[in-house]
């Protein structure tokens, strides 16, 4: 949601490299942009281990997370696992693996057919666009869309997430199809809805929405419309245009 | 004048203007055309009462043996996942319960717990079990209807009246409970919107006393039945590895002999303290899922009576007033709403409590920036919330992965060199659910 907000984002002097590396809050009270003359409007906190932070937690991760990283380290390599793991999260008793996405195939191949991990089970697919949630104002060429798969251990029973992240210019993700038949829909759906580009999928077609539509619409600078009323020919405008709490 | 020729619209000139006769009629000129191709493609759907909902099948026959099928849905998208990122955290709940209409407390419950994971808060034991409680009256209810729809595009109608005539028992319960038989958004973050009402536990414990015998008469009624077992036993075959890759979950998987059921394996809301069993069948087919079903009924009764036994009275809300909604909800001579000594408080007497009215109503609370997935068993299999916070008072993104929808994807896979009329059967089996599918 762009909105008033990100002029004082720019005028509190965060360009990309200098940003807060987490997840970040403006304003004391979550006040932006609103004729808050307090001064706390401006105010930049920054919480660890949020929604898109962009730290790596330290090992040990703590319970069955070590063995499983280790096994895939056996799987795939050290080698290959330094260069396809950019870092990992642990996080509310979840941990997040961030893919660099010419490694995901590799990545998954091993984590379903390894014996020690045991993947049998690809529970869902989905995209998230971090358009300007945790980070300085979206500059060209940040990896905003956001990837996720959930997948499941039915044998250890054990969850694990992977995250790849690519950006809106160059959308293209290889498609885990061929290793999860499942994941057929969920990536249509997510290219429906996200237009993130899922390489080699047998059919990659809108599954939701009409064949001739236009966008994306779950992506975050989707136009939203205003609904028309019939009176004196007002409209309700926009949701994200409303004046509302955030 | 002249009129250009239509199959369906004939028209003729008369005195009192142009007459159309409407007609279908061109079965024979499709059926000359196709007599020298052996490939005959039909359209089944979106409005059809046999494809469970509004579910588009494009099937490819050569005779009645289906040779491709291809599933079209998005019919009933209405954008909830989006409409989630406008709201905040607690009206998330109105939303999310209308997805998989047929299991809307499994809907709310999913998503409360996944924003409590999120707050890192638990509810209090009385609200887990009143959500144990209401959900498994709900997984009967939901299964009631699988089981009377089935029975409708089977042929066996009466299954299908005496199946929706015993759910009617379990919506007046749940209307009881939360005032609502439907979209109940009864569960919230934090808890329960409202406690029980009086009297609830003891029509819960009639119904407890009287529903065994009913479904006693539904198995007398259909499962001994020689043309209901012939039309199910083969149909829709899909066996473990099958259901597996194709992520399918829920009733289906345990018909294939796989005790998979998260209540079991990944326990929440205290479900590994319940006595109960997993049913499952080892026949991987339609007859497999409705005996898995009928069975899930019964362990159900037997979750609902002990959740019964062991309430204890306590608070069905957090103790955090930061979070709790401020009141609870009752019933007053114009309905539904905060209760009376809660508004008297508010307005004649404590300044602090109308503000603190005011802002968590309209702001809403915050809810630590992260993401979590919480999966629960659904009575279709596994529904799962992928819950993403930016640390403001509206949920950043809500994925959920509804059973539904990944379970249709079972269908090629279930039909294609089967007969026409088991691929209805095969889709009976899977129950989905398109408000759940297409969101």
């Given at each position: 949601m762009t909105g008033p907000g990100d002029l004082e984002r720019d005028e509190a002097g965060h360009d990309e490299a200098t940003a807060p590396s987490g997840g970040f809050r403006k304003g004391a009270f979550g006040v932006s942009g609103s004729g808050d003359t307090s001064g706390f409007g401006g105010l930049v906190r920054v919480e660890p281990g949020?929604?898109?932070?962009?730290h790596s937690t330290e090992r040990?991760?703590?319970?069955?997370f070590d063995e499983v990283t280790d096994a895939l380290i056996d799987a795939v390599g050290q080698s290959t696992y330094d260069a396809a793991v950019q870092r990992v999260l642990v996080d509310r008793g979840e941990i997040t693996y961030f893919v660099a996405r010419k490694h995901l195939l590799t990545l998954a191949h091993a984590l379903r057919d390894d014996e020690a991990l045991r993947?049998?089970?690809?529970s869902s697919v989905s995209g998230v666009d971090y358009l300007d949630s945790g980070g300085p104002a979206v500059a060209p060429h940040r990896p905003r869309l956001h990837v996720v798969l959930h997948l499941t251990s039915m044998t250890y029973r054990r969850r694990i997430r992977l995250e790849v992240a690519v950006t809106a210019e160059d959308p293209h993700v290889p498609s885990v199809t061929g290793i999860y038949p499942t994941a057929d829909w969920h990536e249509r759906e997510t290219f429906d809805m996200f237009g993130i580009v899922f390489d080699g999928h047998p059919a990659l077609t809108r599954i939701l929405m009409p064949d001739d539509w236009d966008g994306h619409p779950q992506r975050k600078d989707y136009p939203l419309g205003g609904v028309p009323v019939e009176y004196h020919g007002a409209t309700i405008p926009p949701p994200d245009t409303r004046r509302a709490y955030r | 004048m002249s009129t250009t020729y239509d199959p369906y619209a004939g028209s003729r000139e008369t005195t009192e203007g142009r007459v159309y006769t409407v007609t279908g009629g061109d079965w024979d000129l499709t059926f000359a055309d196709a007599q020298d191709q052996d490939r005959l493609v039909v359209n089944m759907g979106p409005q059809h009462p046999s494809t469970h909902g509004v579910l588009r099948l494009v099937l490819d026959l050569e005779g009645e043996t289906v040779t491709k099928a291809r599933v079209v849905i998005?019919?009933?998208?209405?954008g909830i996942e989006k409409n989630t990122e406008y709201r905040n955290w607690v009206q998330g709940t109105t939303f999310v319960t209308r997805m998989d209409y047929l299991s809307p407390l499994f809907n709310e419950t999913g998503y409360c717990l996944a924003v409590e994971k999120l707050l890192g808060i638990e509810a209090p034991q009385r609200a887990q079990t009143i959500r144990v409680l209401v959900m498994e009256l709900n997984r009967i209810a939901s299964h009631l209807v699988a089981l009377a729809t089935f029975g409708m595009e089977m042929g066996a109608l009466t299954g299908m009246t005496n199946g929706f005539r015993e759910r009617e028992m379990v919506l007046d319960l749940l209307e009881e409970i939360t005032g609502l038989r439907m979209n109940h958004a009864y569960v919230r973050p934090g808890g329960l919107a409202q406690d029980l009402p009086e009297g609830a536990v003891d029509s819960i414990r009639e119904f407890l006393r009287i529903f065994p015998k009913r479904v006693a008469d539904f198995h007398r009624l259909l499962t001994g039945q020689p043309i209901w077992q012939n039309r199910l036993k083969d149909a829709g075959y899909l066996d473990v590895t099958g259901c597996v890759a194709l992520g399918v979950t829920g009733p289906v998987l345990r018909a294939a002999g796989l005790p998979w059921d998260l209540r079991k394996v990944e326990p929440y809301l205290g479900y590994e303290t319940y006595d109960f069993e997993v049913p499952t069948a080892d026949t991987s087919d339609a007859w497999g899922r409705y005996l898995v079903r009928m069975a899930e009924v019964n362990e159900s009764l037997k979750i609902v009576a002990q959740a019964l036994d062991r309430l204890e009275p306590g608070p069905v809300m957090v103790e955090d007033r930061k979070i709790a909604w401020p009141a609870q909800l009752s019933l007053g001579p114009d309905g539904m709403g905060n209760s009376a000594q809660h508004v008297a408080h508010i307005m004649g007497q404590s300044m602090e409590a109308l503000i603190h009215h005011f802002k968590l109503v309209t702001e809403g609370f915050r809810v630590p920036a992260g993401q979590v997935y919480v999966p629960i068993e659904s009575p279709r299999g596994e529904l799962g919330y992928h819950v993403v916070s930016d640390g403001s008072t509206r949920p950043w993104r809500v994925h959920v992965r509804d059973p539904s929808f990944v379970n249709l994807q079972a269908t090629a896979a279930m039909s294609e060199g089967g007969m026409i009329a088991d691929v209805i059967a095969a889709i009976a089996s899977l129950d989905p659910v398109m408000g759940g599918v297409d969101r």
């Open positions: 949020g929604a898109v932070a962009l040990p991760y703590g319970g069955w993947f049998e089970l690809c | 998005g019919y009933l998208h209405t």
